[in-house]
């Protein structure tokens, strides 16, 4: 597409490859200059986190920001009561109120890393929750209101949902009515604030389109819709998981260091793509660590970690992550920052296996993983290989800690609490 973007958002977007796809690129973009505008993207509250499949369009809203518009965080206090059947090959585990509110509270605590609430200026981003005004609906209303706008032809021809029937899947008149809440939260938020525009991924694409519609046919509003890219590593792994499972945001549930790793361990061919989506550096810059070859590109890793866990958990604990890396692998010390698990005297008792050791600090999931591991060659003991699967570790092994290693890349801490 040769489109010249009048805009900076838009051109912020296609020079650093948010861009899958828009509604209307030419509107949106003549809007986008006549002042300040509201766009919104919507997160479900199924976990306690956000991981990194989530962070593009976390970055999207920042950009939104920096280029002088108003961000706004949709939790999805009601949708996640029904569950988005988008891609998915089963429904959702239903939720109650309690664990939902539990979960946005602590996906909350991630975004103001990213973007500012507080400064009072009339771009300052807005957090709401679409329980707001999805849990006082009025059923029949709701239906005579607005079902009446949405054609079942139509929404079944939607990929999201073809796919799941053309598996011969069930899906439940539940999930079906996901699509009709979303575009009704377009509708309201246009309503209360105005907003013109909702983002999302490329799964997102129909239930956005929706909205359009619903908000188009309702109050003749004119918005928008704006796509990024469903993103996979070159070697075809889903974005947001890592060998030991999803790579979370929050700091409790993965820890700086093993967030600045995980980015340190990137594949060469996406280093360059990575530092324009995550990162603030000038694209010139990422094009030119991109372009790096042999041992040179993992300065180039290192600076892409920097650079994002530094967002996220402030340069402080990049350094921190970076100065236990250095010592790890470069010195084959300790490092302060590693992941540490603690045991009390109680759990210690008499002695526990070195397995169940590798399981707890999450080096494996099971102690058959942690077996085979073993088995493999890939464990190590500070530092020394691990050959013995039934070896167990009692106080005196611990009167200092130990390095438990799984590969050449993760590590963790144990000691005596």
């Not at 939607?158 to 999930?175: A, G, N």
Request: aromatic share 8%; glycine share 10%.
């Amino acid at each position: 597409m040769t489109y010249h973007p009048k805009s900076d958002f838009i051109a912020v977007m296609m020079e650093r490859g948010f861009l899958a796809d828009c509604t209307d690129y030419q509107g949106l973009d003549e809007a986008l200059i006549k002042g300040v505008q509201p766009g919104y993207i919507g997160f479900d509250a199924t976990a306690k986190s956000l991981h990194v499949g989530s962070l593009i369009q976390i970055m999207m809203l920042r950009w939104l920001q920096k280029t002088g518009h108003k961000p706004i965080t949709l939790m999805g206090g009601g949708t996640t009561k029904v569950g988005d059947p988008s891609f998915r090959a089963d429904e959702r585990p239903l939720l109650t109120p309690d664990q939902i509110d539990d979960n946005i509270a602590g996906i909350r605590k991630v975004f103001s890393a990213y973007i500012d609430y507080d400064s009072g200026a009339e771009n300052a981003a807005l957090m709401l929750n679409n329980a707001e005004w999805l849990d006082g609906l009025n059923y029949l209303d709701f239906l005579r209101d607005i079902g009446r706008h949405f054609s079942v032809n139509r929404m079944l021809s939607f990929e999201s949902v073809k796919s799941r029937l053309d598996r011969e899947q069930s899906l439940s008149f539940l999930e079906f009515n996901y699509m009709i809440l979303q575009a009704y939260d377009f509708l309201e938020l246009n309503r209360r604030y105005g907003c013109i525009l909702q983002m999302g991924g490329s799964d997102q694409w129909g239930n956005i389109v929706n909205g359009i519609d619903l908000t188009r046919r309702v109050i003749e509003g004119e918005v928008f819709g704006l796509t990024s890219p469903l993103l996979t590593t070159s070697d075809g792994k889903k974005m947001g998981k890592s060998q030991d499972g999803a790579v979370w945001l929050n700091a409790d549930m993965r820890s700086p260091y093993e967030f600045w790793q995980f980015w340190r361990n990137t594949t060469d061919a996406d280093v360059g793509r990575f530092l324009k989506l995550y990162t603030e550096l000038p694209v010139e810059e990422c094009e030119r660590l991109g372009a790096l070859a042999g041992s040179e590109i993992n300065e180039a890793k290192i600076v892409l970690a920097n650079e994002v866990t530094g967002l996220l958990h402030g340069a402080e604990a990049a350094s921190a992550a970076e100065a236990t890396a250095r010592e790890v692998f470069e010195k084959g010390g300790v490092g302060d920052d590693l992941p540490t698990l603690t045991l009390s005297a109680v759990e210690l008792g008499d002695g526990i296996s070195v397995v169940q050791l590798i399981v707890k600090s999450g080096l494996a999931k099971s102690g058959k993983e942690a077996k085979r591991l073993i088995a493999e060659n890939g464990a190590k003991l500070d530092d020394a290989p691990l050959t013995d699967a039934s070896l167990m570790i009692d106080a005196g092994a611990l009167a200092s800690p130990i390095k438990l290693s799984a590969g050449k890349k993760r590590h963790a801490l144990v000691q005596l609490g």
